[in-house]
Every structure is written in structure tokens, then in C-alpha cells.
RNA sequence: GGAGACGUCGCAUAGUUCGGCCUAGUGCACCACCCUGCUAAGGUGGAGAGGGGUUUAAACUCCUCCGUGGGUUCAAAUCCCACCGUCUCCGCCA
């Protein structure tokens, strides 16, 4: 949800966003008006209540003889207060409802324009080349007997997988690699629930135009989250934090599940884009002047992530059509897949300044004593995503793969994963 | 799954019998001030959330909120219904 002072004083940033995004600048009018109607029905409501109530006074201590009469005023009264009060409840809902609608407005800066108008911030490191041709994933994945597609397919249908042996062990490695990060930057870690009712969903902001792409499960009304983003964001929601002490920071270690319903056709070799994966997610609540440091210092964790595997990557300012209706800006970080000659995004982090926690009513206390909504920020620290960059960029000519100097520790001290006999 | 109890302004509690005197009382904690040489104790006052109006702002003022949502009524913390949650007992499963 958007403010709604900053839709009545300065809708002319919203509609600058809205067009930036490709989405509807007339619904900024429309709320606008919406909003003005909305304050207009409140008033008439409550001069009605107010003169309700002052009459209840009169009747309740009226001599006997009077109370007949009063009363028969009073139900006419009554009557009209009633339709006042619904008028103002339907106009509260029909703001709502287009408000609602309207996307965050972007930072300053974010490109306009779709998934491909975004601006590319930096590469780093370079780009694994080889003198043989090099196996994809899937391919090293049975050489290694680490990950078993076949059978994860048998089990559950497409788009699923067995992490198995030394993969399942690479994947718990990576994890508690970057909760050991994410431990040392001062995250709290959580292991959340992924399933959720429907307000939380709706809360975050996913139940919107990408309603289609979660799992639901219709006999007890709850949401299978798609990340631990949507218990993180709920784990505060309906309270007033205390950010005396700095921001709260939380490492949400959850699976995930996606329904992939878009996506029919794409990527459907190995286990780049699955039903069901693990993930480490970092998130932040912070005054909201602090929201951009914030947002700048995930994507530097993202980035020492992302080194720690010694893989190449860009990270890019992903474009306003591009964002998501909760998100301002968003960093993603690609990952360099030898066998497909591209990037492949390993990591997101949204800074969804105040949006997402007027929605879920997260608030923090000014110096004043009034309160107001928190900034919340989100980016991913670690995904079952990243074995495929993994394996394919340290893969040698016999198959074997270099393990990263960083994850070895979390393997026993393994350098090399070998093929199995 | 069955039976029952409960949900009140940070915490604890009164109020629900019998709808109007609830503009929700009290205690603790909290904040400011006063008093006592310090501390403790005591005194006075303040203090919840959301939203309208007014305003540069403050002050002021009005409406709403007693788990949530409906209903009955001129009038609901109080009566009725549904839902959510907590607890206890029984059953079942691990």
C-alpha cells in the first residue's frame, strides 16, 4: 500500500512511477478521487454518529412518558446513520481496493522500462573458459551421483530432483556457508514456517498478479510460501518495533515452493528453475531513511557471497516494469553458466521501503510519539540454484570439480568432488 | 476427532448476572514534576491504537476500536451467530 499522503500531495511521483513501471497513470486519478469521496462519506458518517449518540443520552434518561416518542425519533435517526455508515465503508473499500492497486513508487534512478532495460552496475571476476567442452549440471550431476533428476521426476513430476550424496552435502555446505555470514554480519537466524494464511500472503504482496505461481492448498486455506520473505515479513507484522538499538536484521532458512506456471518450457533441463528449493533470506527492518544504506549493504554481502564460490557475476539495477508492486529498486545478481553463455540470476534483494509494512501495519515510533511504517528490505544469501554455477564453473576435463577454498570446511575439508566408480 | 473453559487500553485484573450511570474502573510498570540530605517510600499530573476535521505546526475537536467478522436493538464489552486463537481433559497417532 502506498501512502496515501504522498498519493494526495504529490501524485504527480506516483504517476512518474506508474509510466516508469508500464503500468496504469490513470488509476493514480482515479485513486486520488477515490480518496477525496472516501473522506467526504467518513465525514457525513460521523457528524451522524455524533448526533447518534448525543440523542442516545437524551433517550436513556428521559422520564418514562417521554421514552415512547424519543425512541420512534431515535429509529429514524438510527436508520440514517446506518446508510451513512455503509457509504462510508463501501468508499473506504473502493479506496482501498484502487490505492491498493497502485504500485511502490520507484527510487529515483531505477531504469524505466521492461526486463530488458536494466542497467548492468558491475562485473566481477572472469568468466571460467576451458580446453575441453564443458558438461552442463545435469551432466555432472551423474557423474558425481549428486543429483537425480530421473527419479526425482518418477516421484513427483517435472521439475523435481534427489539432491543426493556429495550433492546434498554441497547444498547443506553452501547453506551454512552463508548462515555463518549471515551469523557474523549480526543476522538472527529463523527457520520459518512455509506455510501461511491467506492475510500474510496477501500482506507481502504476492497474492496480486502473481497469484497463479503459489501453491495453495484449498482443505485448510493456506499458502505454500515461495520464500521465507513472506513468514519474515509476517514474523513482525501487526506490531510496533523498537529500532532504538539499529535495524532487526533476520536469515530466514526455509524451503521453497513455486508452481512455475508462467515458465511451461523454460529451463526445463537440470535444476535451474524447480518446484521446490532450499533458501537462505536475509531481511532487514529499518527506519526508512535508512532503507538505501540498507539495500546497498545486502547486495555487498550477496556480493562476498558470491566470491566466497569464486564465481563470476554482474550485478544489475533491475528495470521498473521489472520490480515487483511491493519493491522500489532491485539489485539482481547473475552468475556467470558456462554451458549456457550467459547470466543466470543467483540473487535478488528488493528494497520495498515502506510499502510492504503499511500493508502488514509494521510500524516504529518517532521521536514525536506518533507512529509510522518501517522500511523492510529482502535478498537471498544462498539457493539450491547456485550447485549449477557451482559445478559448472569449477569442473575440470575428468569430470572431478574444484571445490571453493570457503566451502571446504563445511565438506570435511574436501578440495576436489570426484566422479563416482 | 470429542468435551469444556477462556480472549477487556504494555502486563495483571474489574465490568458481562439484569444492554443505557463504561466517556471502560483499579493495581503494576512507564514519563514529567513535587517532596524528603541520598536511596526507598509518598504526592500531583500525564500517558493506548486507527481515522476524519482544523492547522505551517502545536493545541483543539469528532468518529471508531473490549480476539476478528456479522446480526439483534433507539442504544452492545454486555445478547445471538460464525470464525480465529489460547488452555484443560478424553481419544487417536508419533
Not at 135 to 140: A, M
Not at 199 to 227: K, V
Not at 331 to 347: K, S
Amino acid at each position: 500500500m502506498i501512502d496515501p499522503q504522498l498519493l494526495r500531495e504529490n501524485p504527480d511521483v506516483v504517476r512518474r512511477s506508474q509510466a516508469a513501471r508500464g503500468s496504469s497513470v490513470e488509476l493514480v486519478d482515479e485513486a486520488v478521487a477515490a480518496d477525496t469521496a472516501r473522506r467526504t462519506a467518513i465525514g457525513e458518517f460521523e457528524t451522524l454518529r455524533a448526533e447518534q449518540n448525543a440523542f442516545g443520552k437524551t433517550v436513556a434518561q428521559a422520564p418514562k412518558d417521554q421514552k415512547q416518542a424519543l425512541v420512534a425519533q431515535a429509529q429514524e435517526l438510527a436508520a440514517r446513520v446506518k446508510a451513512a455508515q455503509q457509504a462510508a465503508a463501501d468508499a473506504e473499500t473502493e479506496f482501498t481496493r484502487l490505492a491498493g492497486a497502485l504500485q511502490n513508487p520507484v527510487i529515483e534512478g531505477v531504469p524505466a522500462g521492461g526486463e530488458d532495460n536494466f542497467i548492468t552496475l558491475r562485473e566481477v571476476g572472469e568468466k571460467a573458459s576451458f580446453d575441453f567442452e564443458p558438461r552442463d549440471h545435469v551432466e555432472l550431476g551423474e557423474l558425481l551421483q549428486a543429483i537425480d533428476i530421473t527419479r526425482g521426476t518418477k516421484v513427483s513430476g517435472s521439475r523435481f530432483y534427489f539432491l543426493k550424496g556429495i550433492g546434498a552435502r554441497l547444498e547443506l555446505a553452501l547453506m551454512n556457508l552463508a548462515l555463518d555470514k549471515a551469523l557474523s554480519e549480526g543476522f538472527t537466524p529463523l527457520i520459518t514456517p512455509t506455510l501461511v494464511r491467506p492475510e500474510i500472503m496477501a500482506g507481502t504482496g504476492f497474492l496480486g498478479e502473481h497469484s497463479d505461481e503459489i501453491y495453495y492448498l484449498p482443505a485448510d486455506d493456506l499458502y505454500l510460501t515461495g520464500t521465507s520473505e513472506v513468514a519474515l515479513a509476517g514474523f513482525h507484522s501487526d506490531e510496533i518495533l523498537d529500532l532504538e538499538g539499529g535495524p532487526l536484521r533476520y536469515a530466514g532458512w526455509s524451503t521453497c515452493y513455486r508452481r512455475e506456471a508462467g515458465s511451461a518450457g523454460k529451463d526445463n533441463r537440470g535444476i535451474l528453475r524447480v518446484h521446490q528449493f532450499n533458501k537462505l533470506e536475509m531481511f532487514s527492518y529499518v527506519l526508512p531513511d535508512d532503507a538505501e544504506a540498507e539495500h546497498a549493504r545486502l547486495v555487498a554481502y550477496q556480493e562476498s557471497m558470491l566470491q566466497a564460490c569464486e564465481l563470476a557475476y554482474r550485478v544489475i539495477d533491475v528495470a521498473a516494469g521489472d520490480l515487483g508492486s511491493s519493491a522500489a529498486r532491485k539489485y539482481d545478481i547473475e552468475a556467470w553458466v558456462p554451458t549456457q553463455g550467459t547470466y543466470r540470476e543467483l540473487t535478488s534483494t528488493s528494497n520495498c521501503t515502506t510499502y510492504q509494512a503499511r500493508r502488514l501495519d509494521i510500524r516504529y515510533r518517532t521521536e514525536s510519539g506518533k507512529t509510522t511504517p518501517v522500511a523492510t528490505l529482502n535478498g537471498t544469501l544462498a539457493t539450491t540454484r547456485w550447485l549449477v554455477a557451482i559445478l559448472e564453473t569449477h569442473q575440470r576435463a575428468d569430470g572431478s570439480v574444484h571445490v571453493p577454498l570457503a566451502l571446504r570446511p563445511y565438506l570435511g575439508g574436501l578440495e576436489v568432488l570426484e566422479p563416482a566408480k
